[in-house]
């Protein structure tokens, strides 16, 4: 530490104001650590001369507040990497401070200029970038002892992170009297050590998103900054070893393979978190899976029926317990199924298990509601959350579809009109379906935003590949509860669809429940409605079909009714109808299954309970019933059956001729009984 070349880089770099100051810090410094050695291996308060308690005798223009001046010198032009213990401590000051002394230091000002212009390009205020930059690159270069921003590297990144984990756990055991603010009068918050964390993390996140952008680095920055990603902790804590060993392969397994969704082997983790938690509360003499039997199962099944929620107090919702059950009963199966150790390798759950829902009809939101709603949507401040509600509510996308909308996702037909490209998600098929105007608008900003930016595109597992999302500020998904969740109750609140407890009676789904019905009632085909709400089987869409109410409600009454308004009815089944000779369960039935019934002529009345027809004697079985409606139909088929036995004729087929005739005459005199003009 020669102090000829330290004065002179004072002289050449600080200003006059500054350099006496600094020596006397230095020589200070010097004085009480002659050795660089000893103050690395000296206690943290020591290292950093206490500014609140001064060494007695100091100098008054030096010591401890000069100190980093110093040491970012020591570091940056010497090569001396300081580690993190001693940079997380109040007395830390960033290099990037003085623009002066960082040019003396070796960082290249214009590079570190332009790396907070591109944060602010990817959504940090000018503040917040630089505030950012300065706290977590000067903290990476100082460690470094390397000036050269070029050269940070991700281990550099994962080494700072896992620093930071550190000394929270050592600030949580011990009190680091350095740790806290330097200044007195400064109101400190209700937790120092997770705001310590939750800031320093924060600013480590926004500098790992701007390597990530400019190619530095290939690993894409975390999503959440308050909390470690959900795969370093697979298995529960206090679960067995060789349980742990099981779960963590299981579900690593299922994540690196692609075997399924993330959110599924979330669940999965979450339901073998429930398993093995009861097992250390009620058996705790288990340690491997081995060891559970049909007898364990049933006991736990017993166990989850009585269980409640974590945040609401009332019991499991059955759905929930539904995916415990069959996700537990995969896991078994699976494992079994795959040889492994220390596993059941026997059937636990069955089908039987798995607890029944009822199934029920879609809810989709009235039209007044929906009125009501989307106004107050229109007047959300938030440009994200507005247009991703209407999104929603015009394209029936599911929210995980939306928030995950890439920028090519808009285009349009051959006539202009808007077409919208969804992504692969539970369905694991990409669909590009019809979009209303007022959506595409809502989405156009969004678009070219997130176009202005050029961020680097993140690895979307879903499609395999990188993409550029729409959804995306500070180079992080918005997460569904701030785009659907949060927006909902703001929008809701204002439109005052809130039930008794003050919850919003819209939830995000439901707009997926109205664009299927409103395709239903609208007369759209079942594959129309597949497609545009991204189903694999028709069994959902079939759901659909069960018209509302008054739909099937005035289609019952134009249809079996008419005779009311001088409609004619025909056929073998008309009599009992104007007699009123069907009893009640038969209206019934008939009023929510009348679509049900159609023939190509007329049709059938035949009951459920009746059992299936077994004749083919349409026009004159007893149940069998027309409307004028089908009077174009009927003369089409007469005319057939006309044409029919003029060929029979030629042919000399006296037995068809006579059999087409009957028909014929039967279909007459349906013509007749309608008040339509016979033909002959």
């Not at 300065?134 to 903290?139: D, E, F, K, M, T």
């Not at 081995?290 to 929620?309: I, K, M, P």
């Not at 044409?643 to 001729?657: C, K, M, P, Q, S």
């Amino acid at each position: 530490m020669d102090r000829a070349a330290y004065r002179d880089w004072l002289w050449r770099y600080v200003g006059s104001g500054a350099r006496y100051s600094r020596l006397y810090a230095y020589d200070d410094f010097v004085a009480r650590w002659p050795s660089l050695t000893d103050w690395f291996a000296a206690p943290l308060s020591q290292r950093t001369f206490d500014t609140d308690n001064p060494v007695p005798g100091q100098h008054p223009h030096g010591g401890a507040g000069m100190i980093m001046p110093y040491l970012s010198y020591l570091s940056l032009v010497q090569g001396v990497g300081l580690d993190y213990e001693v940079l997380f401590a109040r007395t830390f000051a960033s290099p990037f401070t003085a623009s002066a002394a960082s040019t003396g230091l070796g960082i290249d000002r214009g590079v570190f200029e332009s790396h907070v212009s591109r944060l602010v390009q990817l959504g940090y205020t000018q503040a917040s970038a630089r505030t950012d930059l300065r706290a977590a690159l000067g903290r990476l270069l100082l460690h470094r002892g390397n000036p050269d921003l070029s050269a940070i590297t991700m281990n550099d990144l994962d080494e700072l992170r896992g620093a930071v984990d550190s000394f929270t756990e050592r600030l949580r055991r011990e009190p680091i009297r350095e740790f806290y603010s330097r200044s007195r009068g400064k109101r400190l918050p209700a937790d120092p050590i997770e705001a310590f964390h939750h800031s320093l993390t924060r600013r480590i996140n926004a500098a790992h998103l701007l390597l990530f952008t400019i190619g530095q680095v290939d690993a894409a920055p975390p999503g959440r900054v308050d909390a470690a990603s959900w795969t370093t902790r697979l298995a529960p804590v206090g679960t067995p070893p060789k349980m742990r060993a099981v779960i963590d392969r299981y579900l690593r397994l299922h994540l690196e393979a692609n075997l399924g969704r993330e959110q599924t082997v979330r669940h999965s983790r979450d339901a073998l978190r429930r398993l093995t938690s009861w097992l250390r509360g009620q058996h705790p003499e288990i340690t491997s899976f081995d060891q559970l039997r049909r007898a364990h199962a049933e006991e736990f099944l017993r166990w989850l029926g009585e269980q409640t929620s974590e945040h609401t107090g009332v019991p499991l919702a059955l759905t929930t317990r539904r995916s415990i059950v069959t996700l537990l009963a995969r896991f078994v199966n699976e494992t079994a199924a795959w040889g492994w150790d220390d596993v059941p390798g026997r059937v636990l759950f069955t089908r039987g298990d798995i607890p029944k829902i009822a199934r029920t009809v879609p809810r989709f939101i009235p039209d007044h509601e929906l009125a009501a709603l989307m106004s107050a949507v229109d007047r959300l401040p938030d440009p994200y959350q507005r247009a991703a509600l209407i999104v929603a509510r015009w394209s029936g996308a599911r929210r995980d579809e939306i928030r995950r909308l890439a920028i090519d996702c808009l285009d349009t037909y051959p006539d202009g009109h808007p077409r919208l490209r969804i992504p692969v998600g539970k369905g694991y098929t990409e669909r590009t379906i019809p979009l209303h105007p007022e959506a595409a608008a809502a989405l156009r900003p969004l678009i070219d935003l997130a176009r202005t930016r050029h961020a680097r595109g993140r690895y979307d597992p879903s499609v395999g590949r990188a993409v550029e999302h729409i959804f995306t500020v500070r180079g992080k998904l918005l997460s569904k509860a701030f785009l659907f969740d949060l927006a909902l109750k703001t929008a809701c609140t204002t439109a005052g669809l809130l039930d008794s407890q003050g919850r919003p009676t819209i939830s995000a789904h439901r707009f997926r429940h109205t664009i299927g019905t409103q395709l239903a009632e609208g007369g759209a085909r079942l594959q129309t409605i597949m497609a545009v709400l991204g189903h694999r089987t028709p069994h959902m869409s079939l759901i659909y079909a069960s018209l509302s109410d008054p739909t099937v409600k005035q289609q019952y009454q134009d249809a079996l009714d008419r005779h009311l308004d001088g409609v004619a009815l025909a056929g073998p089944a008309a009599q009992a109808l104007r007699e009123h000779r069907l009893d009640p369960q038969a209206v019934s039935w008939l009023q929510t299954n009348f679509l049900k019934t159609e023939l190509e002529l007329g049709h059938c009345l035949r009951l459920p309970q009746e059992g299936p027809c077994e004749c083919d004697l349409v026009l004159t079985c007893s149940k069998f019933l027309t409307t004028s409606d089908y009077a174009p139909r009927l003369r089409a088929r007469l005319a057939t059956e006309q044409t029919l036995i003029a060929d029979a004729v030629e042919r000399g087929w006296d037995h068809e001729v006579e059999r087409h005739q009957r028909t014929a005459d039967r279909i007459n005199a349906l013509l007749s009984d309608l008040g339509e003009e016979r033909q002959h």
